[in-house]
């Protein structure tokens, strides 16, 4: 299995949506509680640059499986080295080894973009993601209870972090 990644394009938009959408039914991946579109999302996609905040697409043998994206933290300037870092990936490539090639990926990208924090806002009963970034040297730095009304619960957020310079 090769595992390759991409900037993402304009033209890639509406596949980096559909994949978003795919998450939304489980409510264990995102606050979103309805699809979004693709016009809803498209300030989010502008703010994403290669030489800034990447927007990855995760390819496996040549064929799109996901993708990654590094967020800024809070907007504001002091935070600037600080960054979340999302991974979603289609339905038919979670479990196999995608998440942590990602974040490796993540991890070599950060010098270049003068990143010394990553972090992941993960929901506190999302087990899959909690123990992927545990395996890759994240701790748990905050945990926010209750904080996100899924309609038939609510859920806590986890903050997973790590140091890296």
């Known amino acids: 299995m090769e595992i390759s990644f991409a900037y993402a394009k304009q033209t890639d938009l ?13 409510r264990l991946v995102t606050a979103d509680l309805e699809p979004v579109t693709a016009q809803s999302k498209q300030a989010w996609f502008e703010a994403h640059s290669p030489n800034k905040r990447p927007l990855w697409l995760v390819f496996v043998d040549g064929a799109y499986a996901g993708w ?15 960054v979340e870092v999302s991974i979603y990936l289609e339905e038919t490539m979670r479990g196999k080894g995608l998440g942590k090639a990602s974040l490796n990926k993540a991890f070599e990208a950060c010098q270049a973009l003068n990143i010394k924090t990553l972090l992941g806002f993960i929901f506190d009963h999302n087990e899959p993601s909690l123990k992927l970034f545990e395996v890759m040297g994240f701790q748990k730095w905050a ?22 310079a």
């Open 68 to 82: 990654m994206s590094f967020n800024s933290f809070y907007g504001r300037p002091a935070y600037d080295a600080t």
């Open 14 to 26: 509406q596949k980096i949506v559909a994949t978003y959408n795919s998450t939304i039914a489980s």
């Open 143 to 164: 945990h926010l209870p209750r904080i996100a009304n899924m309609i038939d619960t609510e859920r806590g957020l986890i903050i997973m972090g790590k140091r890296l």
